[in-house]
T-cell receptor, first 114, second 114 residues
Framework: GAGVSQSPSNKVTEKGKDVELRCDPISGHTALYWYRQSLGQGLEFLIYFQGNSAPDKSGLPSDRFSAERTGGSVSTLTIQRTQQEDSAVYLC????????????FGPGTRLTVL | AQSVTQLGSHVSVSEGALVLLRCNYSSSVPPYLFWYVQYPNQGLQLLLKYTSAATLVKGINGFEAEFKKSETSFHLTKPSAHMSDAAEYFCAVNSNTGFQKLVFGTGTRLLVSP
């Protein structure tokens, strides 16, 4: 009965390394979203998964960013060849995809690229 | 296209005073509107939402907001501020058409002084 969980809570990496961020949505939620929160940019949409449909990747800032959702549940956001401007808090949210559109957010992963 | 404008990056009030956080939206389709609160180092928590039912929406912690279509506004109010209300508040919009990403305002930090 837990909410959305994300791991790790904090990640420090060196420029050029790849990182993977994990999101476990609320059980039964068909929709999953990734957002990024950074100074100067606010909260930005990254990518959206809905059921078995093709994800909407329109918010991904570059081809270094990718995400997958396995089995309609857990999602992984991967950032390749990290840059300092990737430093941000990455938030995951899930919803039941119904008309209320209410999204439930996880605590976020704070990524710091040195 | 949808957008949200939050007037005032910081709002300061005294404990017991009225809280008013402003949000104006732009949407080419009937909007759904949300207020989220973020406490330090935490994710986003839903305060309240408007989904085309009652225009006056009551949320948690004594907050409420009124949807005014003629003014394209969805301002958040609370009659009497409490020290625990100090946090960052985000207004967001989406709709029940197309996919459901949230478009966020830039946030307003509420400071409450004793």
């Amino acid at each position: 009965g837990a909410g959305v969980s994300q791991s790790p809570s904090n990640k420090v990496t060196e420029k050029g390394k790849d990182v993977e961020l994990r999101c476990d949505p609320i059980s039964g939620h068909t929709a999953l979203y990734w957002y990024r929160q950074s100074l100067g940019q606010g909260l930005e949409f990254l990518i959206y998964f809905q059921g078995n449909s093709a994800p909407d990747k329109s918010g991904l800032p570059s081809d270094r960013f990718s995400a997958e959702r396995t089995g309609g549940s857990v999602s992984t956001l991967t950032i390749q060849r990290t840059q300092q401007e990737d430093s941000a808090v990455y938030l995951c949210a899930s919803s039941d995809g119904l008309a209320s559109n209410e999204q439930f957010f996880g605590p976020g992963t704070r990524l710091t690229v040195l | 296209a949808q957008s949200v404008t939050q007037l005032g990056s910081h709002v300061s009030v005294s404990e017991g005073a009225l809280v008013l956080l402003r949000c104006n939206y732009s949407s080419s389709v009937p909007p759904y509107l949300f207020w989220y609160v973020q406490y330090p180092n935490q994710g986003l928590q839903l305060l309240l939402k408007y989904t085309s039912a009652a225009t006056l929406v009551k949320g948690i912690n004594g907050f409420e907001a009124e949807f005014k279509k003629s003014e394209t506004s969805f301002h958040l109010t609370k009659p009497s501020a409490h020290m625990s209300d100090a946090a960052e508040y985000f207004c967001a919009v989406n709709s029940n058409t197309g996919f459901q990403k949230l478009v966020f305002g830039t946030g307003t930090r509420l400071l409450v002084s004793p």
